[in-house]
């Protein structure tokens, strides 16, 4: 039997992990890689390759990079780049796909997407799962149109969610768990086998990209909001509040919910300043407790941060942190 031909597109390591996984199946041809450019990374803006870039010259296959799919001449060079591929395979590829390019295979253009459709269609649906507080979140392999992830479905898998899990843990296992069921699915598919599903698009939510601003935290959410935006965010925007002027950012933090501190009863509810009275703590306010830990009042709960940096520090643990600025207890951040 002849090997199924694959063009695969993708770009973070997301879509790298599904790379390798079909280039090591003896089932499958992949007969080309299309990534985005390579981009400047970090404070010194190195220009490097996108993760789905490094994996392919690893693995001896051809790499077409785009900055975008609707030029004429791109489309072009994209259609004789693929030519031979039986079919398209997107993973977190970063852009939507011109109607041009959809047609272009014979077996269609199928698109691994890392949560239970309909819920989570868009950008970041592992992150929302996390801030969301779910228990469970999945991944689902579905033919692609011209909609935001509205495609009929092929095939699902569940992903639990960990209590302590952050978004690059998450993202890993949501990344296995779609190559595995992506080598499930394709000979089925090419086979004729599998009947596609509609999605119920009343059912249907949606994430978008992930700005730096979303990081900021606003001392009016819960302790347990603001922890899970420490594990969604992580590493980037990562979550941040302001302390003397400059960036305090908060990488690892623990919530106490209807617990005391230091003799102030457990916070129920968003106090405004006017509202509140000795012993109630504003929001945003840092308690010391016991000398070596701080806690800071939330719209509910406390937040116990447990990791702390400051611009052009390193990322210390809140003892040592403490160590060279107590004067960070009693006052109010953000």
Known sequence: MDKLKILFMGTPEFGATILRALANAPEFEVVGVVTQPDRPVGRKNV???????????????PVMQVEKL????VLEQLREFSRGADIFVIAAFGMILPGAVLEMP???????????????RGASPVAQAILDGKTETGVT?????????????????????????????????????????????????AAGELIPEKQDDSKATFTGIIKKEFGLVDWQQSADCIERMTRAYDPWPGVFTIWQGQTLKILKAKALINERVQGIGPREDSESDSQAMAGTALLGQVIGEKGDTLVIATGQGWLAPLELQLPGKKLVSVEDFLRGQRAIIRARLG
């Open 70 to 73: 609707r030029d004429p001449a």
């Open 106 to 120: 014979r077996l269609q253009c199928i698109n691994v997407h890392g949560s239970l459709l309909p819920e989570y």
């Open 141 to 189: 392999i579905m033919l692609m149109e011209k909609g935001l992830d509205t495609g009929p479905m092929l095939s699902k898998a569940v992903v639990p969610i960990a209590p302590a899990e952050t978004q690059p843990t998450l993202m890993a296992k949501v990344a296995e768990a779609g190559a595995k069921l992506l080598l499930e699915t394709l000979p089925r598919w």
């Open 47 to 61: 220009l490097t390759p996108p993760a789905v870039k490094v994996t392919a010259q690893e693995l001896g296959l």
